[in-house]
């Protein structure tokens, strides 16, 4: 029995391990400036804004904010609409972050606006790996499929996309 508790602390332990690594080679290019949790002033998302919160310390997950709620793609393969509480619902993160540039100011994508609500209630194939929540920002951000599939890739998009560093801020919105 101990050897499944043991390969999945060891899954754990890679993932983290390799998380950090990552954050490295993304500072290190200029993709993100900072990621979250690491800045604390406080932003107010717009319409249009991605944000994130954390899953265990290990994963991320990303919607989009319109209207003083969060599209997503949850992990049952609907696209929702929820409100930042719920966003955190059954995760470990107790905050939400949005992606800025170094000035402060949150980025968003009108398109995204429109793109997503289109799909509200729609009903993905989805899977951790191949077709998550970073993947459904990325391609309503778009317009069209990408490859983005985990939370490194969906930073690099939006530095590209932006054409800035990605700046991880806390949003004004966390003491709901």
Avoid at 36 to 50: D, F, L, M, R
């Amino acid at each position: 029995m101990p050897a499944p508790l043991i390969w999945l602390g060891a899954a754990a332990v890679s993932l983290y391990a390799g998380n950090r690594l990552n954050t490295a080679h993304l500072r290190h290019k200029r993709i993100v400036e900072r990621m979250p949790g690491v800045c604390k002033q406080a932003v107010s998302p717009v319409n249009g804004s991605i944000v994130t919160c954390g899953i265990y310390e290990v994963l991320d997950h990303t919607g989009i904010w319109i209207d003083g709620n969060i599209y997503e793609l949850s992990g049952a393969g609907l696209v929702r609409c929820v409100n930042p509480r719920r966003f955190l619902d059954k995760r470990s993160g107790e905050k939400i972050y949005v992606a800025s540039n170094m000035n402060g100011k949150a980025l968003s994508d009108s398109f995204a606006i429109e793109r997503a609500r289109s799909q509200l209630f729609q009903l993905y194939d989805y899977h951790l790996l191949r077709q998550n929540c970073h993947k459904f920002v990325a391609e309503m951000i778009a317009g069209y499929p990408t490859d983005v599939t985990s939370f490194s890739d969906l930073n690099t998009f939006l530095s590209r996309h932006f054409n800035t560093a990605i700046d991880w801020r806390l949003t004004d919105i966390n003491n709901l």
